[in-house]
């Protein structure tokens, strides 16, 4: 079975940090751009993150300096390092990984929440 799964979200306070996982299984990621997306209630989703095949990573500027994707192939699994968060930075974080031939998978989601 083809999946994407999450994990690693939870309740945080402003300026905290937060590492998310995302385990793909059935697939190999190697070949594929990977990336973060997330949807607070109300808004659409927005690209976060994103990971390239040759490692080249791209950031909305409201996460520039605060997070980091990164990719390990050997383990099949993609991660965001979230610091310095934000309450705007509450949200459900899907992972993604985009196929240009075929739809795109994605995971089940985690909540991540940014509250005093």
């Known amino acids: 079975q083809v999946q994407l799964v999450e994990s690693g979200g939870g309740l945080v306070q402003p300026g905290g940090s937060l590492r998310l996982s995302c385990a793909a299984s059935?697939?190999?990621?190697?070949?594929?751009?990977m990336a973060w997306y997330r949807q607070a209630p109300g808004k659409q989703r927005e690209l976060v993150a994103q990971?390239?095949?040759?490692?080249?990573?791209n950031y909305i500027d409201s996460v520039k300096g605060r997070f980091a994707i990164s990719r390990d192939n050997g383990k099949n699994t993609v991660y965001l390092q979230m610091n310095s968060l934000k309450a705007e930075d509450t949200a459900t974080y899907y992972c993604?990984?985009?196929?240009?031939?075929?739809?795109?998978?994605w995971g089940q989601g985690t909540q991540v929440t940014v509250s005093s």
């Open positions: 993604n990984l985009h196929r240009i031939f075929g739809a795109d998978l």
């Open positions: 059935g697939i190999i990621i190697r070949p594929y751009a």
């Open positions: 990971s390239t095949s040759s490692g080249t990573t």
